[in-house]
């Protein structure tokens, strides 16, 4: 098959396109830096040519509200060149609980995202995963100083990145869902556990305060952000991922 993976330059991209590789598939990466811009449209049609699969996994600049625009415009664009290109199989990378965060603006966009896949003229699969073991360092910088990290007791399900890779690949692989795929880690922790857990690890002498208003986290309630009893649990636990290089 030929997968065009847009955002195949990124953490997850980059990924998706090695294992689609190995797997005897035909892998493009379609990225700004190849050419490629879902905003404006440039290169999108050339990059569909012959396509039997889009992966989307192309990621906002920022989570603000200018994230809205984003996912709308390039979803958008992305399943209009779809349907003249004749893809047969549009797969986006979403996240558990999107849609009940509605506080948050970047999980507002992923939900219209989501909306526009499901709205669209093609079959298609959205993989839905939870927060990701590699973003932990980056949501304890936005609430740290010297001495202390603010954090969160909010219940998360943390999942590593090649899992969701793992994830990714079989779905766009297979036969379109046209419905989700949930897939999370295999443990569940508060924020702040979380923290402890990764400071020790990294002998990090800081210390993990709780604080319900610290950070993005902060607007979540209940344990939304958690995997249902339909998910499918990957396998990599966040103790032992601490302890591997990365």
Do not use: C
Request: glycine content about 8%.
């Amino acid at each position: 098959m030929k997968l065009v993976v847009f955002g195949g330059t990124g953490r997850i991209g980059s990924q998706v396109v090695q294992k689609l590789t190995a797997a005897g598939h035909e892998a493009v990466p379609a990225a700004p830096s190849t050419g490629v811009d879902l905003i404006t449209g440039k290169g999108v049609d050339q990059a569909l040519e012959g396509a039997d699969v889009v992966v989307n996994v192309a990621n906002s600049p920022t989570f603000d509200e200018a994230s809205v625009d984003f996912f709308r415009t390039s979803m958008n664009n992305l399943l209009a060149a779809g349907e003249r290109a004749g893809v047969g199989h549009q797969v986006i990378l979403s996240i558990i609980g999107v849609d009940q965060v509605p506080e948050l603006d970047y999980y507002r966009a992923k939900t219209l995202q989501e909306d526009l896949l499901r709205q669209g003229p093609t079959p298609y699969s959205i993989v839905r995963a939870t927060q990701f073991f590699e973003f932990m360092d980056a949501t304890m910088s936005w609430t740290s100083d010297d001495d202390t990290v603010h954090l969160p007791a909010t219940p998360i399900q943390p999942i590593a990145a090649a899992d969701v890779v793992d994830a990714v690949v079989e779905v766009a692989t297979g036969a379109p869902l046209q419905g989700i795929r949930n897939v999370a880690g295999p443990d569940v922790f508060t924020l702040d556990e979380l923290g402890r857990l990764t400071l020790a690890a990294e002998h990090d002498s800081r210390t993990v305060i709780t604080d319900d208003k610290a950070g993005m986290f902060a607007a979540v309630t209940g344990d939304v952000l958690t995997a249902g009893p339909d998910a499918n649990l990957a396998p990599t636990h966040y103790r032992d991922w601490l302890l591997q290089p990365h």
